[in-house]
């Protein structure tokens, strides 16, 4: 499989041939040939279990490598002495830069790891809302109890991030309003995801 996110590519598993048996093991030369010239999409073949099926001959082999196409028998590349299934390869698969990928025979889920400035941002609002929530704690204030948010920071990214998630900020703090100090004063130092700031919950 080759996407953008993630390409795939197969060699031969040798534990798996040679368990296969002696005839298997004098052939492997002919089978590695064989599934390290595998396309995409008949790796996918294997893997998806679409009953794609091909017969390999020694001669044929020998002959360039020529092959003969059989229909659809069953989901294994076959040989005059056997048959080799996807158990006879060993997956490789490389994946974008910046993506976390899991992957089946069926589906491939990929999960993106770049950290944009919008989410930065609301990953900072999220920090914030539990330093906020901490100082109602250590006030004893009860759950309904609606506050006023007291603010300072020189963050320009901490300040763009409460403008973007005041709504989400209040929502989550039972606030009735965010006001931004001109000093420190009264405040308690903290910080919202490396991001410097004084913060307090005031009734």
Known sequence: M???LVQLSAKPNFLAIKAKGPDYVKNMKVIS?????LTVDEIKALQNGDNH???ESREDLSSHDRAEEVGREAQTIKFDFGEVG??????NRIV?????VEANQHFTVALDLKITDELRRACVARELVNRIQNRRKDQ???ISDRISIELYSES??????VKENEFYIKGETQANAI???DSTAGLQESDADGEKVFVEAVK
């Open 2 to 4: 080759q996407t953008k």
């Open 33 to 37: 040939a064989k599934l390290n010239s």
């Open 53 to 55: 099926a091909r017969r």
């Open 86 to 91: 996807a158990d006879c390869l060993m997956l």
């Open 96 to 100: 974008a830069d910046g993506m976390a």
């Open 140 to 142: 004893n204030f009860a």
């Open 156 to 161: 320009e990214v901490l300040k763009q991030a």
């Open 179 to 181: 006001v931004w100090k």
